[in-house]
């Protein structure tokens, strides 16, 4: 009797559990808006996978990189993992187990929205490193009420922006007094800080390369380029548009600039607009292309990567782990990402409750244009750009007196550098 | 009793092991780990099996100018940082030991003591302000004095300067203590002797005092090498190695070396500055021991 009734138990026990639970691991370096996100997209993933939960679990990116690194060479890799195509790029170079995800998008069936511009941002030594989730728009923004204090319209034009620059700073806008205010904030101490600032003015104004074209041909003495790049140096030096600490400042400190509201002219990531709309700007800003430079060329918004989803070769449950990287880019983990993060690559989400600055990111209607990303074919680039930009800082701090020579000179240098890392490096 | 030496010996690192076994397991582990790094290439370094490159990396450190300005560069520094930082707090410790301060002795120990506790980032965030050519405090008051206005950490010519002065705020105050505390055991027999043989006062202090303050200049000799060979912090937060690399130290540099992958590179540096810091130390321990004897 005791013995069936143990048997019984036992048997009751095994029909009544669910199964073995799986449990998904995925690291990522968006904070705590991304682990929001990926929660309710892992419970909305759970529900057509019964037993499987995500876990996600949020590193600030300098720990992310090692800690990634180090748990795929160590056999301990998570199961996924979500951030920038640049920092996956350095993860799969550094251990070479991240998995090409392109049977995983040609397996689903509505991936059309995704541009040929988003898919080359998102392959790295022949294989496709991340499936694109969120496309990063950057547009550039301008203080409405000083705007309309020096009655001025949105500029157009690099010379509308300089004019409106002068204008504010000679206006006393915040009425603290003139000397306070600036036209641009910008930042450049590191530098991808400085380069990414001459990467939007100048995909900005139309152009495709900043420093190199995709064969590693340095362009930045070509005349339009010569130009954009002059015009931001000075930007720092001559016109004095800027804080003039400027040098020194890195994010935080132009976000502080920014929110502080010492500057008028800003950049405007479409993961800064709801905390703008509520907080530091608090809405006091309007949004479009970056100014034109050239009148034949189309200026933009600068599609500034992708940030998507990656899974290691040896991640525990691959399998699962496809499934649920292409589900990141179905309708309702999407929608959650606009929601939520600010970005996706589906344009056929509901935005109806976005602000109308939050819509203009989520359906564009402004030309883009996308970052070239050199180092995804060129091994060498980031030594060369590290290079390039101790030139550049070294015009700030003392700015040349002929910028025309200054720019062909270091062209000239930079040609030299280049050659000599591609022969070492390859 | 030889047993019951060996007996209280072992008893002693019984109590010592656990310390030992974790200051080689957090201490002197990771800085082999990084010295293995700094002989393999950059992009397989954190892979189970790298490729080992021999030299190759302290040879491409040593051939990279930027490296070179910048060791030269935190030579200079450490130099003057540690003969300014020494001789200030030397100065304000024989002001604290005088007859002359009177009461006030309290609230000039607590200013320069309560920096040396303030979280080190807070206090370089507000020295960042103070510098700032918009808004910054020092610029207002030269100007407000009708002085030309410092330049501050926006240029190149003086940004090392003004590190230097928020280092010195930063830390003088522990030097301060340890030449206090010698000052309270001198021999003040030695001093009134002298001022009995009509030494002058400079004659007093070079030749009574000074030598008496060996100890605690020895003491703080070894630690501001130490400390301003090492300057990292203060670099982050205020300059970030600029303007133009005016305060790119060697730390500084690895650091950024590291952040772009190229860790071989970046520990490699690290291993230079580590041996120099340990050669520095133990000379200048040397040569104060040697001087005492």
């Given at each position: 009797?005791?013995?069936?009734?143990?048997?019984?138990?036992?048997?009751?026990?095994?029909?009544?559990?669910?199964?073995?639970?799986?449990?998904?691991?995925?690291?990522?370096?968006?904070?705590?808006?991304?682990?929001?996100?990926?929660?309710?997209?892992?419970?909305?993933?759970?529900?057509?996978?019964?037993?499987?939960?995500?876990?996600?679990?949020?590193?600030?990116?300098?720990?992310?990189?090692?800690?990634?690194?180090?748990?795929?060479?160590?056999?301990?890799?998570?199961?996924?993992?979500?951030?920038?195509?640049e920092r996956?790029?350095?993860?799969?170079?550094?251990?070479?187990?991240?998995?090409d995800?392109?049977?995983?998008?040609?397996?689903?069936a509505?991936?059309?929205?995704?541009?040929?511009?988003?898919?080359?941002?998102?392959?790295?030594?022949?294989?496709?490193i991340?499936?694109?989730?969120q496309?990063?728009?950057?547009?550039?923004?301008?203080?409405k009420?000083?705007?309309?204090?020096?009655?001025?319209?949105?500029?157009?034009?690099?010379?509308?922006?300089?004019?409106?620059?002068?204008?504010?700073?000679?206006?006393?806008?915040?009425?603290?007094?003139?000397?306070?205010?600036?036209?641009?904030?910008?930042?450049?101490?590191?530098?991808?800080?400085?380069?990414?600032?001459?990467?939007?003015?100048?995909?900005?104004?139309?152009?495709?390369?900043?420093?190199?074209?995709?064969?590693?041909?340095?362009?930045?003495?070509?005349?339009?380029?010569?130009r954009?790049?002059?015009?931001?140096l000075?930007?720092?030096?001559?016109?004095?548009?800027?804080?003039?600490?400027?040098?020194?400042?890195?994010?935080?400190?132009?976000?502080?600039?920014?929110?502080?509201?010492?500057?008028?002219?800003?950049?405007?990531?479409?993961?800064?607009?709801?905390?703008?709309?509520?907080?530091?700007?608090?809405?006091?800003?309007v949004?479009?292309?970056?100014?034109?430079?050239?009148?034949?060329?189309?200026?933009?918004?600068?599609?500034?990567?992708?940030?998507?989803?990656?899974?290691?070769?040896?991640?525990?449950?691959?399998?699962?782990?496809?499934?649920?990287?292409?589900?990141?880019?179905?309708?309702?983990?999407?929608?959650?990402?606009?929601r939520?993060?600010?970005?996706?690559?589906?344009?056929?989400?509901?935005?109806?409750?976005?602000?109308?600055?939050?819509?203009?990111?989520?359906?564009?209607?402004?030309?883009?244009?996308?970052?070239?990303?050199?180092e995804?074919?060129?091994?060498?680039?980031?030594?060369?750009?590290?290079?390039?930009?101790?030139?550049?800082?070294?015009?700030?701090?003392?700015?040349?007196?002929?910028?025309?020579?200054?720019?062909?000179?270091?062209?000239?240098e930079?040609?030299?550098?280049?050659?000599?890392?591609?022969?070492?490096?390859? | 009793?030889p047993?019951?030496?060996?007996?209280?010996?072992?008893?002693?690192?019984?109590?010592?092991?656990?310390?030992?076994?974790?200051?080689?397991?957090?201490?002197?582990?990771?800085?082999?780990?990084?010295?293995?790094?700094?002989?393999?290439?950059?992009?397989?370094?954190?892979?189970?099996?790298?490729?080992?490159?021999?030299?190759?990396?302290?040879?491409?450190?040593?051939?990279?100018?930027?490296?070179?300005?910048?060791?030269?560069?935190?030579?200079?520094?450490?130099?003057?940082?540690?003969?300014?930082?020494?001789?200030?707090?030397?100065?304000?410790?024989?002001?604290?030991?005088?007859?002359?301060?009177?009461?006030?002795?309290?609230?000039?120990?607590?200013?320069?003591?309560?920096?040396?506790?303030?979280?080190?980032?807070?206090?370089?965030?507000?020295?960042?302000?103070?510098?700032?050519?918009?808004?910054?405090?020092?610029?207002?008051?030269?100007?407000?004095?009708?002085?030309?206005?410092?330049?501050?950490?926006a240029?190149?010519?003086?940004?090392?300067?003004?590190?230097?002065?928020?280092?010195?705020?930063?830390?003088?105050?522990?030097?301060?203590?340890?030449?206090?505390?010698?000052?309270?055991?001198?021999?003040?027999?030695?001093?009134?002797?002298?001022?009995?043989?009509?030494?002058?006062?400079?004659?007093?202090?070079?030749?009574?005092?000074?030598?008496?303050?060996?100890?605690?200049?020895?003491?703080?000799?070894?630690?501001?090498?130490?400390?301003?060979?090492?300057?990292f912090?203060?670099?982050?937060?205020?300059?970030?190695?600029?303007?133009?690399?005016?305060?790119?130290?060697?730390?500084?540099?690895?650091?950024?070396?590291?952040?772009?992958?190229?860790?071989?590179?970046?520990?490699?540096?690290?291993?230079?500055?580590?041996?120099?810091?340990?050669?520095?130390?133990?000379?200048?321990?040397?040569?104060?021991?040697?001087g005492?004897?």
């Open positions: 009797m005791f013995i069936r009734l143990i048997t019984a138990l036992v048997a009751a026990m095994l029909l009544a559990s669910p199964g073995r639970a799986q449990q998904l691991s995925i690291w990522h370096d968006l904070g705590d808006n991304g682990t929001k996100w990926l929660a309710e997209a892992g419970a909305e993933f759970a529900k057509t996978h019964p037993g499987v939960s995500l876990r996600p679990i949020s590193y600030p990116t300098d720990q992310w990189f090692g800690r990634t690194i180090g748990a795929i060479n160590t056999g301990t890799a998570p199961d996924l993992l979500f951030s920038n195509y996956v790029i350095r993860v799969a170079s550094q251990t070479g187990k991240i998995g995800m392109r049977a995983v998008l040609d397996g689903i509505d991936h059309g929205f995704l541009s040929g511009d988003d898919l080359r941002v998102a392959s790295f030594g022949g294989r496709m991340i499936l694109p989730v496309r990063v728009q950057m547009a550039f923004g301008v203080r009420s000083w705007l309309d204090k020096v009655g001025e319209p949105f500029p157009q034009t690099w010379e509308d922006a300089k004019r409106v620059a002068g204008k504010f700073q000679a206006g006393d806008p915040e009425g603290t007094g003139t000397g306070t205010v600036f036209g641009f904030a910008l930042e450049a101490a590191k530098p991808r800080d400085l380069i990414h600032m001459l990467d939007l003015f100048t995909f900005g104004a139309g152009l495709r390369h900043t420093l190199v074209d995709p064969e590693g041909n340095v362009v930045i003495d070509e005349p339009e380029h010569a954009v790049l002059a015009e931001v000075n930007t720092f030096g001559a016109y004095k548009l800027v804080p003039p600490d400027t040098i020194n400042y890195s994010f935080n400190e132009m976000y502080q600039v920014i929110e502080g509201g010492r500057t008028g002219m800003f950049r405007v990531g479409d993961w800064n607009v709801a905390k703008w709309d509520a907080q530091g700007i608090k809405g006091d800003f949004v479009g292309a970056w100014p034109r430079f050239f009148a034949d060329r189309q200026n933009a918004v600068v599609i500034g990567g992708m940030r998507g989803v990656a899974v290691p070769e040896n991640a525990p449950n691959k399998k699962l782990a496809d499934e649920f990287a292409a589900f990141l880019l179905g309708k309702p983990a999407q929608q959650a990402s606009l939520i993060v600010g970005s996706a690559v589906r344009r056929d989400l509901d935005v109806s409750g976005l602000s109308e600055r939050q819509r203009l990111f989520a359906q564009p209607q402004w030309p883009l244009i996308a970052y070239d990303f050199p995804g074919g060129l091994a060498w680039y980031p030594e060369l750009e590290a290079a390039f930009h101790r030139k550049l800082l070294t015009a700030i701090a003392v700015p040349p007196q002929d910028m025309p020579a200054f720019v062909k000179a270091t062209a000239e930079m040609r030299t550098l280049a050659k000599q890392l591609a022969a070492r490096k390859g | 009793m047993g019951l030496a060996i007996r209280r010996e072992g008893v002693f690192y019984l109590f010592a092991l656990p310390f030992a076994a974790l200051t080689i397991l957090f201490g002197l582990w990771p800085i082999l780990l990084s010295i293995q790094v700094s002989f393999t290439a950059s992009a397989t370094a954190l892979q189970p099996h790298p490729q080992w490159v021999g030299l190759a990396n302290y040879a491409a450190i040593f051939a990279d100018p930027v490296f070179q300005a910048s060791l030269a560069r935190t030579l200079l520094y450490t130099v003057l940082a540690v003969a300014a930082n020494l001789a200030f707090a030397l100065a304000y410790a024989l002001l604290l030991d005088s007859a002359l301060i009177g009461w006030g002795r309290t609230v000039f120990k607590l200013a320069v003591f309560l920096p040396v506790v303030t979280p080190d980032v807070a206090g370089y965030v507000v020295w960042r302000w103070l510098y700032d050519q918009s808004f910054g405090a020092v610029n207002a008051a030269l100007k407000l004095a009708g002085l030309p206005g410092f330049g501050g950490l240029s190149p010519g003086t940004a090392m300067l003004a590190l230097l002065v928020a280092e010195l705020w930063h830390h003088a105050g522990f030097y301060v203590l340890i030449f206090l505390a010698n000052l309270a055991i001198l021999d003040r027999a030695q001093t009134e002797a002298s001022h009995i043989d009509g030494a002058t006062t400079l004659q007093r202090f070079w030749y009574v005092t000074l030598p008496q303050l060996r100890p605690a200049i020895a003491v703080n000799l070894v630690y501001a090498l130490i400390q301003f060979l090492k300057t912090t203060a670099v982050v937060v205020m300059t970030k190695g600029g303007p133009a690399d005016a305060t790119n130290f060697v730390s500084f540099y690895a650091y950024q070396q590291f952040d772009s992958a190229q860790y071989g590179q970046a520990t490699a540096m690290a291993t230079v500055l580590f041996a120099i810091v340990l050669l520095v130390a133990l000379s200048a321990y040397r040569v104060t021991e040697r005492r004897a």
